[in-house]
C-alpha cells in the first residue's frame, strides 16, 4: 500500500484492512504520547501537526555524538510508547520532513540537490491541508514541470508574478528555502494571553469551552496590532503546581479557527495523561505565547467570499457602505456570475447592496457556449484580425455556421500571421460565431490562447487566455 491510493486497491491489497474517519481532535489527543516521549530526550520540541514533531538538531548531535545517534536514539524512545517512527535531518522543515519519509540524513546546504530530483507531487501534503496546494501542483503539471528541481530553477519574481503568494511560498520550498523569508519579528511581551480556572478544568468539554475564548482574545490581540501567529507556545499550569509547556509550528499564519483548535487540541491531550494518572489534578492556568509573528498581509479573508469568517464580513459590508455614502451609491460594484453564450454576457455588475441577482439565470441549458476555461481578460474594444486558411484565403463560416476552412493562421493589422497550434469549436450563438485557438510563439510574445468571435464576415478577438 501507499499513499494516495484507491480505497478499494488498498482493501484488495490488504482484506483486513481498517478505514478511520478523518478526526484532527483524535489525532492530536493520542499524538500527545509520541509528543512527550521526543521531549524526553531533546528541548525545544515543535508539533507541526499530529504525526510530525520538529526539533533542533544541533544542540543534541553534539551531545548524543551525531545526527545518526540522534536519530536512532529517537526512534528508540518513540518505540517505548508503542509506535514507529521514521526521523530525517536537513536544513528546513519541509526537507526534513520528506527526508524523515526516506529516513535519510541530508548533509549541510544539501537539500536543493536532495530535492531537486522528487517529484513535483511532494509539494502537495494531504495532512497539512493547504488550501489550493493541489491546485497548484495539478498546474505546474500540465505546465511541464514534473520535478521540484525543475520548479525551482525558474526566476522567484516571475514565479510571484504568476502564481501569487503561494505560489511563491512553494517555489522557496522546493528550492530548500525556509518557509518564510528571513523577515520574522518578534513580538512585543504584551501579547501574551493569560487565563485562570476556578475550579481547575478537568473535562474536554470544558477545555474546548476555554480554547474557544482565549484563543479568540490572542487573535484578536495580534490583529489589531496587524500580526499574525506562525508559532505559537501554549503553557499550562496545574493544581498541583506542574508546569506544561508545548510549541505548535504552522505551515500558515494563524486564523481565529487555528488557535482555537491547537490550544483544544493540547488541552484534550493533557487532560487525558491526567486521566491515566499522569498528573496532579487538572488545569488552573492557561497561558497562549506568540513566539514567532509576522505581518497580517500574509493572512489575506476573502471579503466576499462565504468562506470569510462573519465578523470580518461584517466589518467588509461596514466599510463599502460607508465608502458608497462619501463617493455615491454607484462607487462601489460587484459582479455577479450568471448564464450566457459568450464569458462576457455571463458578468453583472450591480451596486453594493442590491440584491446579487444575476442577469440571466445559470442554470438553464444555454446551447452554443463557449466551454470552460473562461479567458483571463476581455478586450475592451473590437480588435480586428483575419483567420486564414494555408493557402493565405480568409476562413470564414458558412450557412450551416461551420467553418469554410481549416484554420491555419491568424494576422492581427499589419503583423505577420501567426500561425495557430491547435483550434477548438466553433460555438454558434446567433449573429456571433466563436473560436478557440493556440497561436505558436513569436519574438515579441510567447504562445497565446485566444477566444475570438465573429459574424460570418470578420473575426475580433474577444478574450486573452494567460
Request: aromatic letters at 4%; a negative charge; glycine letters at 12%.
Given at each position: 500500500?501507499?499513499?494516495?491510493?484507491?480505497?478499494?486497491?488498498?482493501q484488495r491489497a490488504c482484506p483486513a484492512l481498517e478505514l478511520v474517519a478523518d478526526d484532527p481532535d483524535r489525532d492530536a489527543r493520542v499524538f500527545e504520547p509520541v509528543t512527550a516521549a521526543v521531549e524526553g530526550l531533546t528541548p525545544g520540541v515543535e508539533v507541526v501537526r499530529a504525526g510530525v514533531v520538529a526539533v533542533p538538531a544541533r544542540g543534541p548531535s553534539r551531545y548524543f555524538g551525531g545526527e545518526e545517534a540522534v536519530a536512532e536514539l529517537l526512534v528508540?524512545?518513540?518505540?517505548?510508547?508503542?509506535?514507529?517512527?521514521?526521523?530525517g535531518?536537513?536544513?528546513?522543515?519541509?526537507?526534513?520532513?520528506l527526508a524523515a519519509r526516506r529516513g535519510l540524513v541530508v548533509p549541510p546546504e544539501g537539500g536543493p540537490g536532495f530535492l531537486a530530483p522528487l517529484g513535483i507531487g511532494e509539494l502537495d501534503q494531504p495532512a497539512e491541508r493547504l488550501a489550493g496546494r493541489a491546485e497548484l501542483v495539478d498546474l505546474l503539471r500540465r505546465l511541464g514541470l514534473r520535478t521540484l528541481g525543475e520548479f525551482a530553477e525558474l526566476p522567484a519574481a516571475d514565479v510571484l508574478n504568476r502564481f501569487g503568494t503561494a505560489g511563491a511560498l512553494a517555489h522557496r520550498l522546493a528550492a530548500g528555502l525556509e518557509e518564510r523569508a528571513p523577515s520574522r519579528r518578534r513580538p512585543p511581551p504584551d501579547l501574551t494571553v493569560e487565563e485562570e480556572f476556578d475550579p481547575p478544568v478537568t473535562r474536554v468539554d470544558s477545555a474546548a469551552f476555554a480554547a474557544k475564548a482565549i484563543g479568540e482574545r490572542l487573535h484578536a490581540e495580534l490583529a489589531r496590532r496587524g500580526l499574525a501567529c506562525v508559532r505559537l507556545g501554549i503553557r499550562a499550569r496545574t493544581e498541583g503546581g506542574t508546569e506544561l509547556e508545548r510549541v505548535w509550528r504552522c505551515?500558515?499564519?494563524?486564523?481565529?479557527e487555528g488557535v482555537r483548535d491547537r490550544v483544544r487540541w493540547q488541552l484534550d491531550g493533557w487532560l487525558r495523561v491526567a486521566g491515566d494518572g499522569g498528573l496532579d489534578g487538572g488545569i488552573a492556568e492557561l497561558v497562549l505565547d506568540p513566539r514567532e509573528v509576522i505581518g497580517a498581509d500574509a493572512l489575506q479573508l476573502d471579503l466576499l467570499s462565504g468562506e470569510a469568517e462573519t465578523s470580518a464580513g461584517e466589518r467588509a459590508g461596514r466599510a463599502l457602505v460607508r465608502v458608497q455614502g462619501l463617493l455615491g451609491p454607484e462607487s462601489v460594484w460587484r459582479?455577479?456570475?450568471?448564464?450566457g453564450r459568450g464569458p462576457g454576457e455571463r458578468v453583472r455588475l450591480v451596486p453594493w447592496g442590491d440584491p446579487p441577482t444575476p442577469e440571466r439565470p445559470a442554470e438553464r441549458p444555454w446551447?452554443?457556449?463557449?466551454?470552460?476555461?473562461?479567458?483571463?481578460?476581455?478586450?475592451?474594444?473590437?480588435?480586428?484580425?483575419?483567420?486564414?486558411d494555408e493557402s493565405g484565403a480568409e476562413v470564414g463560416v458558412d450557412e450551416r455556421d461551420e467553418l469554410t476552412a481549416t484554420p491555419h493562421s491568424v494576422v492581427a493589422g499589419k503583423g505577420s500571421p501567426r500561425r495557430i497550434l491547435g483550434w477548438a469549436g466553433p460555438w454558434t450563438a446567433a449573429p456571433l460565431v466563436r473560436l478557440q485557438v493556440v497561436l505558436e510563439p513569436n519574438s515579441e510574445m510567447g504562445e497565446r490562447a485566444l477566444l475570438l468571435a465573429g459574424d460570418g464576415s470578420a473575426w475580433w478577438v474577444e478574450g486573452i487566455y494567460e
Amino acid at each position: 500500500m501507499r499513499r494516495g491510493q484507491r480505497r478499494r486497491q488498498a482493501q484488495r491489497a490488504c482484506p483486513a484492512l481498517e478505514l478511520v474517519a478523518d478526526d484532527p481532535d483524535r489525532d492530536a489527543r493520542v499524538f500527545e504520547p509520541v509528543t512527550a516521549a521526543v521531549e524526553g530526550l531533546t528541548p525545544g520540541v515543535e508539533v507541526v501537526r499530529a504525526g510530525v514533531v520538529a526539533v533542533p538538531a544541533r544542540g543534541p548531535s553534539r551531545y548524543f555524538g551525531g545526527e545518526e545517534a540522534v536519530a536512532e536514539l529517537l526512534v528508540d524512545r518513540v518505540a517505548e510508547a508503542g509506535v514507529e517512527c521514521q526521523v530525517g535531518v536537513a536544513d528546513g522543515l519541509f526537507t526534513a520532513t520528506l527526508a524523515a519519509r526516506r529516513g535519510l540524513v541530508v548533509p549541510p546546504e544539501g537539500g536543493p540537490g536532495f530535492l531537486a530530483p522528487l517529484g513535483i507531487g511532494e509539494l502537495d501534503q494531504p495532512a497539512e491541508r493547504l488550501a489550493g496546494r493541489a491546485e497548484l501542483v495539478d498546474l505546474l503539471r500540465r505546465l511541464g514541470l514534473r520535478t521540484l528541481g525543475e520548479f525551482a530553477e525558474l526566476p522567484a519574481a516571475d514565479v510571484l508574478n504568476r502564481f501569487g503568494t503561494a505560489g511563491a511560498l512553494a517555489h522557496r520550498l522546493a528550492a530548500g528555502l525556509e518557509e518564510r523569508a528571513p523577515s520574522r519579528r518578534r513580538p512585543p511581551p504584551d501579547l501574551t494571553v493569560e487565563e485562570e480556572f476556578d475550579p481547575p478544568v478537568t473535562r474536554v468539554d470544558s477545555a474546548a469551552f476555554a480554547a474557544k475564548a482565549i484563543g479568540e482574545r490572542l487573535h484578536a490581540e495580534l490583529a489589531r496590532r496587524g500580526l499574525a501567529c506562525v508559532r505559537l507556545g501554549i503553557r499550562a499550569r496545574t493544581e498541583g503546581g506542574t508546569e506544561l509547556e508545548r510549541v505548535w509550528r504552522c505551515a500558515e499564519p494563524l486564523t481565529a479557527e487555528g488557535v482555537r483548535d491547537r490550544v483544544r487540541w493540547q488541552l484534550d491531550g493533557w487532560l487525558r495523561v491526567a486521566g491515566d494518572g499522569g498528573l496532579d489534578g487538572g488545569i488552573a492556568e492557561l497561558v497562549l505565547d506568540p513566539r514567532e509573528v509576522i505581518g497580517a498581509d500574509a493572512l489575506q479573508l476573502d471579503l466576499l467570499s462565504g468562506e470569510a469568517e462573519t465578523s470580518a464580513g461584517e466589518r467588509a459590508g461596514r466599510a463599502l457602505v460607508r465608502v458608497q455614502g462619501l463617493l455615491g451609491p454607484e462607487s462601489v460594484w460587484r459582479g455577479v456570475i450568471g448564464g450566457g453564450r459568450g464569458p462576457g454576457e455571463r458578468v453583472r455588475l450591480v451596486p453594493w447592496g442590491d440584491p446579487p441577482t444575476p442577469e440571466r439565470p445559470a442554470e438553464r441549458p444555454w446551447p452554443g457556449a463557449v466551454p470552460s476555461p473562461t479567458p483571463e481578460r476581455f478586450a475592451t474594444g473590437p480588435v480586428p484580425v483575419a483567420v486564414l486558411d494555408e493557402s493565405g484565403a480568409e476562413v470564414g463560416v458558412d450557412e450551416r455556421d461551420e467553418l469554410t476552412a481549416t484554420p491555419h493562421s491568424v494576422v492581427a493589422g499589419k503583423g505577420s500571421p501567426r500561425r495557430i497550434l491547435g483550434w477548438a469549436g466553433p460555438w454558434t450563438a446567433a449573429p456571433l460565431v466563436r473560436l478557440q485557438v493556440v497561436l505558436e510563439p513569436n519574438s515579441e510574445m510567447g504562445e497565446r490562447a485566444l477566444l475570438l468571435a465573429g459574424d460570418g464576415s470578420a473575426w475580433w478577438v474577444e478574450g486573452i487566455y494567460e
